[in-house]
């Protein structure tokens, strides 16, 4: 016969290795003449992920993350944190719109599942 706090331990165990898994992660991105360095241009986590990316730019610029529909003014000088939980997984587009309107993908976001 099972005994029941064996499978409770066991249970829990679980539950706390699946908790354990999703890590908090901090990028710094540095967007230079409207854009981001050849390495940084894509941005990969796992979902579940706690996600910060802490954003400075040399110009005014407004950036966008598609598919979690987070938009963040930049000025330059001042670091900006984009706060997220992973939740979704794809590829999306990061994109900046400058003064004039003119809008282009900087870059990507890739949430790979767990």
Do not use: K
């Not at 390495?39 to 730019?57: F, I, K, N, P, Y």
């Not at 706060?83 to 900046?96: L, S």
């Amino acid at each position: 016969m099972p005994r029941c706090p064996t499978v409770l331990v066991l249970l829990l165990a679980l539950v706390a290795v699946a908790g354990a898994v999703a890590e908090p992660r901090l990028i710094e991105l540095a967007i230079r003449n409207g854009r981001l360095p050849e390495d940084r241009r894509v941005v990969r986590v796992r979902q579940g992920d706690e996600v910060t990316l802490r954003w400075t730019s040399d110009r005014a610029v407004t950036l966008h993350l598609h598919g979690y529909d987070i938009e963040e003014q930049l000025t330059p000088g001042t670091p900006v944190a984009m706060r997220f939980t992973a939740r979704a997984t794809g590829r999306f587009p990061i994109e900046i719109h400058d003064a004039s309107g003119a809008e282009r993908t900087i870059g990507y976001l890739e949430v790979h599942p767990r």
